[in-house]
């Protein structure tokens, strides 16, 4: 069975710094990769996603995320913080089969300090 | 544009009664999912649609149902409400191409429900 799991329910950053948030899966298949972000009071939004291709996927404000398959990890950077990124993030995998079902990790909160 | 829309937004309701969480896209999307979400949780999947008339059970579907009357609406029904049923609830849906289910999901803005 496919599970994801996200290192950290809190991370905190000053503005400004280098924002990383964590994620594991695990799949017997090559899965695709999601990371999505809720912001306060909102549904989610897509930030990005890896199917195939080029391991190091880029999305929207600034972020960007690795698919490393040796590591099992889809990691989540973005190399200055700003006040407005402060929300939930959610890492979720599908499994390929069709199912277009997602599995979500548990969300980290990420916090901006000014 | 186009949109997915919940209402109500929050709703209060008692153990025992009987509860309708409406999600409404303009999509014109196939798919549709219901999630809830709890803390340390993250989104548990209850419900999903592939079409009109398809419903299929996800990780977490005891005290709910769901009906697909037409491709915009898929309403959640909890039977008997529970204490245990107190969370914020998503709604999603995502297009097919060809056939295949594209797993790209855009969600609406939740519904929260206190179950008292």
């Known amino acids: 069975a496919q599970s994801v799991t996200q290192l950290g329910s809190h991370v905190s950053v000053s503005e400004g710094a280098l924002v990383l948030l964590r994620c594991n899966y695990s799949s017997s298949v090559p899965p695709y990769l999601f990371w999505y972000v809720q912001y306060p009071n909102q549904g989610l939004q897509l930030l990005l996603k890896y199917t195939t291709g080029a391991t190091l996927v880029k999305g929207i404000n600034g972020f960007e995320a690795e698919f490393k398959k040796s590591e099992t990890s889809f990691h989540l950077t973005k190399p200055s913080a700003h006040m407005s990124d402060a929300a939930e993030y959610f890492c979720a995998v599908s499994d390929r089969v069709n199912t277009g079902k997602l599995i979500f990790g548990q969300g980290t909160t990420l916090q901006v300090k000014p | 544009d186009a949109e997915i829309t919940q209402s109500p937004r929050h709703k209060i309701t008692e153990t025992g009664r009987q509860v309708t969480l409406a999600c409404h896209q303009t999509w014109n999307h196939n798919n549709m999912f219901w999630y809830r979400q709890d803390l340390g949780h993250g989104l548990r999947l209850i419900h999903y649609s592939y079409g009109v008339q398809d419903t299929n059970k996800g990780e977490v579907s005891d005290g709910y149902s769901v009906s697909r009357s037409n491709t915009e609406d898929l309403p959640l029904t909890l039977e008997s409400a529970a204490s245990s049923q107190t969370s914020v609830y998503f709604c999603?849906?995502?297009?097919?191409?060809?056939?295949?289910?594209?797993?790209?999901?855009?969600f609406g803005p939740g519904t929260r429900l206190t179950v008292l």
């Open positions: 999603a849906s995502s297009e097919s191409i060809v056939g295949i289910v594209t797993d790209t999901q855009y």
